[in-house]
């Protein structure tokens, strides 16, 4: 089966950074960008056995660059620091890797958000597959549950032009006509912050993420290629 590293970013997160690593079972790497963090997110990722990376530019899409860069497995897990992952969060994940075809260079999964009803997650997280999807015309990646091979990292080459992309969208549109992200029915539990924060400047840097890509792979190219295969 193939080898898996798990890679959380994480700025100021300690608490949430314990709880995720305490559930987290299995990897062959687990890898803490550490963002510039000023509490002890470093060292609450060191007492877990976790490999810490330190990146000094804040923003997720370069903490994932570090994270990804810094892997040897054959498949790079991404999650969250306030995810809550299942006790066979990872076997499953090994599991579905070793049964893709060669297609499936990505996979992409759900999450439930905590203390709170069923609806609300459904919305916000089918709000965005079926919104990006549109853009992409396959599944996207979400951030706080997904998954890739090291080798299409690789050789992808993806750049993130700035901290406002929203590195799930931007590493989607870097998938090829031919490549496929692959739905992996691991759910996850998350923290609801994300229903609490700022959803206008979420919305907003999608867009941006959106139009950045589409200045190279305008809809009206970048669809048929994928639709009518």
């Not at 987290?24 to 490999?51: K, M, P, Q």
């Not at 076997?91 to 260079?105: F, K, L, N, S």
């Not at 549109?173 to 912050?193: C, D, E, K």
């Amino acid at each position: 089966m193939p080898s898996v590293a798990v890679i959380l970013p994480c700025h100021n997160d300690a608490a949430l950074l314990r709880r995720a690593l305490h559930h987290l079972h299995g990897a062959d790497e687990l890898i803490v960008v550490d963002n510039a963090s000023t509490d002890a997110s470093a060292e609450v990722a060191r007492a877990y056995g976790a490999r810490v990376i330190y990146e000094p530019q804040v923003g997720i899409p370069y903490a994932v660059r570090a994270g990804f860069d810094a892997a040897r497995a054959d498949i790079l897990v991404r999650i969250d620091a306030d995810v809550l992952p299942g006790e066979d969060f990872i076997q499953r994940i090994r599991e579905a890797w070793d049964q893709a075809d060669e297609h499936t260079v990505a996979m992409t999964g759900w999450a439930w958000f905590e203390h709170r009803p069923r609806w609300q997650s459904i919305a916000y997280l089918g709000a965005y597959y079926l919104s990006v999807g549109s853009a992409l015309g396959h599944w996207p990646l979400f951030g706080s549950n997904c998954s890739l091979r090291r080798s299409w990292w690789l050789e992808a080459g993806v750049q993130f032009p700035d901290a406002e992309v929203h590195e799930d969208m931007h590493m989607s549109f870097a998938l090829g006509p031919r490549q496929r992200v692959g739905l992996l029915p691991n759910p996850v539990f998350m923290h609801p912050r994300a229903l609490e924060g700022d959803l206008g400047t979420r919305f907003r840097r999608g867009w941006h993420t959106i139009a950045v890509n589409w200045r190279t792979q305008p809809p009206w190219r970048r669809l048929p290629e994928r639709l009518l295969q």
